[in-house]
C-alpha cells in the first residue's frame, strides 16, 4: 500500500573500516552463531553499513553437483546482511532477520565464496540490505548470487 | 539447491542509448500495454539492458495516504525491468515476469517517480534484473523502492 | 539471523464476515485509495484477517499480450493483503506495506480478477499475508499469481 | 508484465507415498548433498509433489540467540522444495533453485525442525513450491518460517 516513514535510503556506505566497539560487538554476536563456525565462515571486513563473509569450499557445503548449496550460500549472504545492519545500530541493541529473497545467478564453484551484505537503508525499526555473493577462484571474482533482505532492530536479550 | 548453467552474470550495463531496432521494438510492446497509458507512464531511456520508465503524480495513482500507491510503484518497476530485459533478446522473442520482490523503503511522494530496471544476468531462458525507483521533486532525488525480478524469454506470439 | 519474536503465526482465519466498525474502517481507507478506483477494482469480503478485491478486465489494465499486467494483479493483491492486515489492527492504526514477493503462475485472462489476501503472522509491529490471485471465467476459476507480503503497523496520521 | 504459459497451477497435491522409482531417485541425490550430512538433515516423507525434511536441534545450527539460524532454516526448505519439485520430473531431469524469498515468522526453537516442500505449480520450465517450516517440541508444532521458490529443470549432468 505504500511504503515506511522511519527512516532515510542509503545508497553508498563509508569505505573505512568500523570502529573497535562495532567490531567486537560484531565478533562476540558472530562468534555465538553455532552455524557460522559449523559452516567454516569467517567475517573478513566490517565497515560502517558493509559486512563481508568468506566461507572456504569443502564437500560439506555442496548440493548433489558439487557446487555450494543455495542453503550455504544463503547462510553466509543472510549473515552479512544482518552485521551490516548491527554495525549501525546503538550497542544495546541485536539484530533479527525478517525476511530474505536470494537469486542464484550461476552455479557456485570456486574456492571460496564472499557474502557481501550493504545497508541500502536504515530505519529506526527496520533495516534493508543487498545481498551479494561472490565465487572465488585465483583471480576469478564471479556474482553468484544476489538478494534483498529485510531486518528488524530488537533490544538485545540480557546475557 | 544449486544456481543455474544458462548464462553470464552482468554487472555493469553499457551506458550508450539501443539502437533503432530495438527502441521501435520496445516503443511498440510498450505501446500495447494497456496498462502503462491509463498509468500514465512513459518510457524516458532505452539502453542495451537498462529501461527508465517516468511516472507522474496524479490522485488516480495515489494509496489511502496520498502516496504513489505501492501497485503502481511496482507496475512502473515491473516494466521497466521487462523492457530491459527485452533490449538483450533476439527480435523474435518476447518476456514475461516469473516474479519480482519488491521492498517500499520511503513513502512514495513527488511530482513523479522514476523508475529504473537494469539487468544483471542474462541468460538463455531467464533473465534477472534489479528494479530501482526514485521519486523526484524538483532537484530531489529519492530512492523509494528496490526489487529484484526473474523473467522468461519466450516465442513473441504470432500478431 | 533468526526470526522475529512480537507475535504469533496464524495458519486459519476465521470464515465470518467482519463486524461493521472494522468494515467501516477498511471501506473508508480503501475509498481513499486513488489508484484501486482508477482501475476498477473494489472490495467483495473483509473477514478477519482476510479481504478479497475483484478486478473485473478492461484494455486499461493489459500488458503487451492482453493478459492483466503483474503490475494491475500485484497491486490488487497488495491492496488486499494490507487490507486483511488493517482488519485485525485497533482503530487507532494505520497499515505501510514493507515488502511483498508475487510469482506469475500463468497467463492472467479472464472475467476479472479475484485477489485474496490472508494473514498468516499477526504481530505487535509486523504483519505477514500470503497474496493469491485468480483468474475467474464464468465457472472456471484459476490461481495465476501468489504471493507473500510483509506490512508494518503505524500510527494513522492525523486526518 | 505477463505470466507464464507453459505449466498448469496445482493447488492440492496426491497425499500417498511416491513410488519406489522416484524414492530412489530422491534420495539417491540427496545423499550426494554434502550439506545435509553436514547439518544432521534426513528426508521423513517423498510424495508426489511433496517433501519433507527433519532437522534435529543442535548447537552448530545455531544464530546468536541460540534459535536455529535462519541459513540452517532455509537450507532444509531449500532442498524440501527442490525434492518436491523432482517428484514431478522424469528420471533424465535435474533441478536448480532459481530464486526463493523467506518471511521468519517466529523465533525458530525446537528440538526439530520439519521443512516441507509443497509444489503449486509444475510446468515444463519452472516449478513453483511453497515452503513451510516448523519448530516441533512434543506435541507442539509451531510454523516458524514460509517462504516461495522457483526451481528450473535441467537435464541430468552424466555421473
Known amino acids: 500500500m505504500g511504503g515506511q516513514a522511519d527512516g532515510q535510503a542509503r545508497e553508498e556506505q563509508e569505505e573505512q573500516e568500523a570502529g573497535p ?8 554476536s558472530f562468534g ?4 557460522m563456525a559449523h559452516l567454516g565462515a569467517r567475517i573478513t571486513r566490517i565497515a ?5 563473509i568468506l566461507l572456504p569450499h569443502r564437500p560439506e557445503l ?10 550455504a550460500t544463503s547462510a553466509a549472504a543472510d549473515s552479512a546482511g544482518g552485521y551490516a545492519a548491527l554495525t549501525l545500530f546503538p550497542a544495546t541493541s541485536d539484530v533479527l532477520t525478517v525476511e530474505y529473497k ?3 545467478l550461476a552455479p557456485a564453484l570456486g574456492d571460496h565464496l564472499e557474502a ?13 540490505c543487498r545481498l551479494d555473493v561472490f565465487a572465488v577462484r585465483a583471480a576469478d571474482r564471479k556474482p553468484v548470487a544476489t538478494g534483498q533482505q529485510t531486518l528488524i532492530r530488537v533490544e538485545a536479550p540480557p546475557r
Open 21 to 28: 566497539e562495532v567490531r567486537a560487538r560484531v565478533l562476540e
Open 32 to 35: 555465538r552463531q553455532g552455524l
Open 48 to 52: 560502517p553499513g558493509s559486512v563481508h
Open 62 to 71: 555442496t548440493q548433489q553437483n558439487g557446487y555450494f548449496h543455495a542453503g
Open 102 to 104: 536470494i537469486n542464484l
Open 116 to 128: 557481501v551484505g550493504t545497508v541500502l537503508r536504515s530505519g529506526r525499526t527496520l533495516t534493508v
